[in-house]
């Protein structure tokens, strides 16, 4: 069963997307942790990205892996432990820019689409359920507010003691959120048959009970 969770950033989908995992037994996918590990590498090797003869070779010495140390995922790029650093802000600030390339979209479709054969998962992302996984047995997309979602960007930033004021996270937010609902490669956007849930004035918990009564032996 392949169950997707879709949205723009700060709407709560990591969170919801691990817990509902847990619930349900299956394994938890964040493709957003795989498109930022990718941009953490371009960014470290300094490619330009409207250079295609560097990104080629480039994504073909991408090693993504995921391992659980601690009961925790850890995220790894050729053997190296990016699970934080790919939080970052300039991360942040330019992994709209690598993902809307359809250079990196192939590659990373193409592994999440293989990962999905095999196992129960819910993926976690911005297309799974337009684009990446078309036909998934259940679909969620999540949404809240502007200002609700910066509050809580900012708050992580703060907790992880970034520099950062929250018009200016605010600003980056409404900015990502334009350059992904209007490129031209797998815009954001909801899928017709997505159940939406606004998140704005809910808790996890209560995010989480909406969406298992989606799901029949649930109900």
């Known amino acids: 069963m392949i169950i997707t969770i879709d949205g723009p950033a700060g ?18 996918f964040d ?9 953490y590498f371009v960014i470290k090797e300094q490619i330009n990205l409207q250079n295609t003869q560097a990104l080629a070779p480039l994504l073909e010495n991408f090693q993504f892996d995921i391992r659980e140390i601690d009961d925790d995922k850890h995220y790894f790029v050729n053997q190296e432990d990016v699970t934080d650093v790919i939080r970052s802000r300039s991360v942040t600030q330019t992994v709209s820019a690598v993902s809307a390339r359809p250079e990196v979209r192939a590659v990373m479709v193409e ?9 129960n998962v819910v993926f976690e992302g911005r297309d799974m359920g ?3 996984f078309p036909k998934a047995d259940y679909k969620i997309f999540l949404t809240a507010h502007p200002a609700v979602r910066a509050e809580r960007r900012y708050l992580e930033f703060k907790e992880k003691k970034m520099p950062v004021n929250e ?4 600003n980056e937010l409404m900015e990502r959120d334009h350059f992904d609902a209007t490129r031209e490669i797998a815009p954001l956007k909801q ?8 998140t704005s004035d809910l808790s ?16």
């Open 111 to 119: 592994i999440q689409r293989e990962f999905g054969k095999a196992k």
């Open 167 to 170: 018009q200016e996270v605010l």
């Open 11 to 28: 709407v709560g989908k990591t969170t919801v997307a691990r817990m509902l995992a847990q619930k349900l037994k299956f394994y938890y």
């Open 191 to 198: 899928a017709e048959d997505a159940y939406v849930i606004d």
């Open 31 to 39: 493709t957003g942790a795989m498109y930022r590990a990718v941009t």
């Open 130 to 132: 337009t684009v990446v």
């Open 204 to 219: 996890i918990d209560q995010v989480l009970e909406h969406i298992l009564t989606r799901i029949p032996k649930h109900k």
